[in-house]
């Protein structure tokens, strides 16, 4: 009981020293910060936010909770929407991640860059407006400004043994549902189609497929449907 009244007396002069220099806190009772967080001015914390270790927070910073951040640097005029968690993270200016973002191990986001929703980043860096808006894995990547990676996409960075780097080109597009076996480059301003498995480089400008051709076997559905059902009868008979 006494610890829990002393945390609680520490972080009421902790959000006061804050509040005075210009930080907005939604609730100063539901917050986390750690002694060595540094915050700008004009800096809004959204409900159980929790900021750990060295982490700063520059100028003009909206952070929405619930999110956890640990150990990283957030430069100014960047948006963190909630569930979002970060962790040893370098983010530039005009940034945004969230909502349900991870970005962890040493990940760097570069100016105006975008990590969307349900998005893992992970000992990688996104250059100036690259982005990688849903559903994606990237780890051990490098993209380049203004890449843009489809939604369901992810780099196959680990071998059981040995991790290996994906290198992603400025202004490369990677269409959904792709997946990227390291080590491969994917050259700059190159296009990769919807549904693709890529094994070897792309060469900037191109455009790669890596996915089975699509057959049709014409009423094959309705044959398909009649057979499993006359299955199920047969197995489930009517008493």
Known sequence: MDLGRAE???RGRLVGQHQAGGVTFLD???VFLGMDVSLGQDVTIGLDVALHCSTTIADNVTIDGPTIIIDSQIASDVRIAHFSHLERTRVAT???VG???RV????TLGAGSYVGNFVEVKSSTLADGAKVGHLSFIGDAQLGARANIGGGTI???????????TAIGAGAFVGSNNTLVAPVKVGEG???AAGSTITKDVEPGDLAFGRARQAVVECGGKALRERLLREKAAKDPIC
């Not at 962890?104 to 990940?107: D, S, V």
């Not at 780099?155 to 780097?165: F, G, L, R």
């Open 99 to 101: 909502p349900y973002a």
């Open 8 to 10: 609680r007396v520490m």
């Open 104 to 107: 962890r191990a040493n990940a």
């Open 190 to 192: 190159s296009f990769t």
């Open 94 to 96: 005009g940034a945004g």
């Open 28 to 30: 100063p009772e539901r």
């Open 155 to 165: 780099t196959c960075n680990y071998d059981s043994v040995n991790k290996h780097q």
